[in-house]
């Protein structure tokens, strides 16, 4: 078992930055690649970032590539998701999710189904 927590949400304005933080218990960290999703009301839960074991690859959805960084701390067993110039359209719940255990250098997964462990989400909320 892997639980997570989301912490690093709130409101700020456009333009601006949060960092969002999931920090993990349970078994080998590396072992999991780490997701981020969110969901906006009245949308689907859609993908975001996500980063394997390694911390060695990536991938961001379109929309925030150059204004997000996903990173991870193996040791401290957190992932993070900076995000800068933030926009209104940002607005969502904030979801980390774990798939594994899986090979450290594995290739990320993009898939919510590809996911098997999540947390209860933080808030985002961007004010224009």
């Known amino acids: 078992q892997v639980q997570l927590v989301e912490s690093g949400g709130g409101l700020v304005q456009a333009g601006g930055s949060l960092r969002l933080s999931c920090a993990a218990s349970?078994?080998?960290?590396?072992?999991?690649?780490i997701g981020w999703f969110r969901q906006a009301p009245g949308k689907e839960r859609e993908f975001v970032s996500a980063?394997?074991?390694?911390?060695?690859?990536?991938v961001y959805r379109d929309s925030v590539k150059g204004r997000f960084t996903i990173s991870r701390d193996n040791a401290g067993n957190t992932v993070y998701l900076q995000m800068n110039s933030l926009k209104p359209e940002d607005r969502a719940v904030y979801y980390c999710?774990?798939?594994?255990?899986?090979?450290?250098?594995?290739?990320?997964?993009?898939?919510?189904?590809?996911?098997?462990?999540w947390g209860q989400g933080t808030q985002v909320t961007v004010s224009s």
């Open positions: 999710a774990a798939a594994g255990p899986t090979y450290v250098y594995g290739r990320v997964h993009t898939g919510s189904s590809q996911y098997n462990y």
């Open positions: 349970g078994r080998t960290f590396s072992n999991y690649v």
């Open positions: 980063i394997n074991g390694s911390g060695g690859d990536t």
